[in-house]
């Protein structure tokens, strides 16, 4: 399945396909924050009005230096993700590194989220106690089969914990 996301004159596309947790893991590594908070603010920008800009309530760091308050940058294009004030997201962003402002794309693994989301979250918590680990080399140059071996097997780890953090809340 494909969805096609396009505004203006210019396309954004995302090739959407089942997202894995290996998929996930590599987005988590790659990005430079990862937090889920809620929309305060959205700020439109005057010079050009598709500019907005997002201001959150950092709730739960993940990766990255976060600050309890953070921003989006306010450059738009079709690819910059649209969001909605009052709601909580688990955000994945690169910082612009000559404003310190967050980008949010379409394409990232940025979602919107609530208390049903309980298992995406567990997992983002575990993730983040194990990032030093698990995001220490680069997935797209591991080159050694054993070292892919003990990529995976901390990675299955990870997902154990985080199966049995649902199940200890379930009993």
């Known amino acids: ?8 004159a210019h396309s954004c596309r995302c090739a959407w396909r089942p ?5 996930r893991l ?3 590594c790659a990005a430079d924050l990862v937090f889920s908070g809620v929309v305060l603010g959205e700020k439109s920008i005057e010079s050009d009005p598709r500019d907005k800009t997002y201001t959150f309530r ?5 990766r990255g230096d ?8 306010p450059n738009w294009h079709s690819c910059t993700k649209r969001l909605t004030r009052g709601d909580r997201y688990l955000v994945y962003a690169k910082r612009d ?12 693994f940025t979602v919107q989220i609530d208390e049903s989301d309980e298992p995406l979250v567990l997992w983002h918590e575990n993730a983040a106690r194990e990032q030093a680990t698990l995001c220490k080399q680069d997935f797209y140059e591991l080159r ?7 990529f995976l097997e ?7 914990d985080t199966e049995a953090l649902l199940a200890d809340d379930a009993a």
Request: hydrophobic content about 35%.
């Open 154 to 160: 901390r990675y299955k780890k990870l997902l154990e």
């Open 144 to 150: 050694l089969e054993d070292e892919t071996k003990k």
């Open 1 to 8: 399945m494909a969805a096609v996301l396009s505004s203006d």
């Open 97 to 108: 590194s000559e404003s310190g402002l967050l980008d949010v794309r379409k394409c990232s």
């Open 66 to 73: 976060t600050e309890r308050f953070m921003s989006t940058s």
């Open 26 to 28: 590599q987005a988590f």
């Open 19 to 23: 997202v894995t947790d290996l998929d």
């Open 58 to 62: 950092v709730d739960a760091p993940y």
